[in-house]
């Protein structure tokens, strides 16, 4: 996280809310409680570790609203990868 | 042609028996004839704002168990003889009453009055359910803080989920000095987060504190807080008001106010 926190501290507390909002309420309106995405996330190790070793304590999901209304929301993942298998 | 008004917010404190006391003395001096009701069973409040917790003998539970009369629990206001309140029990809870029970005794109401406003409870529990039982819209109450959003977003939730579709947002204080220096969030922040259509933003005022000392709804006066609560009244009433543009306190109205005192 320290990419992102270092990101964060140039931003001003009116824009670090409105950010925290923002991921916050499209978790509150599906309905995706932070156990299911926990689930979710146990889920996505297993099947990746399969084929390639990922860093499992980096890995970052979340649920996040696309710039464009329409298209809803969407399942964004970010999966470090130690090495990948031959 | 009357109107069933909730006033609601989900998180406390934020403004609805303010604002509920305020749109309605405002309605009422445009004219209307309007009746205050505190659905807040057991935690009373709308009473002390509005300057009349002396007056009352019965309340809305009594109405609803049939102890009174309608007539006799409502109180007639201080200046205008056109506003009523409905208070609510304070030693009682909130399953005393039904929502069934609430939205008979809004249709009762509704023969003889124009605007019938409800002062909701925090929270999304029976006192809820209660309040918007009887609604035909709702003004949702909200401060440009993440968790009154927060709050606010899960509530407009709810309201559509009950059939409530129209729905409005009052953004209650704002303070123009932080935003603009980047530290609250902007009124366009919190439209662009919820989505629903803005109904007024009411600046952050030591006003209010005042008028809820003296137990009278401070809307049509010349504070800023007056001003935009007169300005939301007109909008109730379908007027297109232009919003007006929040500054924080000028040079001179700092200089006036250290002669206030």
Redesign the interface.
Known sequence: MGIFDSFFKKK????V??D???L??VS??SNCSPETMELIKNDIIKVISKYMEIDAEGLDIQITQNNDETEGPALYANIPIRELKK | MSEVIVITSGKGGVGKTTTTANVGTGLAKEGKKVVLIDTDIGLRNLDVVMGLENRIVYNLVDVVEGNCRMKQALIKDKKYPNLFLLPSAQTRDKNSVTPEQMTKLVEELKEEFDYIILDCPAGIEQGFKNAISGADRALIVTTPEVSAIRDADRIIGLLEANEIHKIDLVINRIRMDMVNRGDMLSKDDVLDILAVDLIGVVPDDENIVISTNQGEPLVGSDAPAGKAYANICKRVMGEDVPFMEITGPTFFQKLASVFKK
Do not use: I, Q, T, Y
Not at chain 1, 12 to 15: K, L, M, N
């Open positions: 001003s507390s009116g824009e809310a409105k925290r909002l923002k916050l309420l509150d309106r």
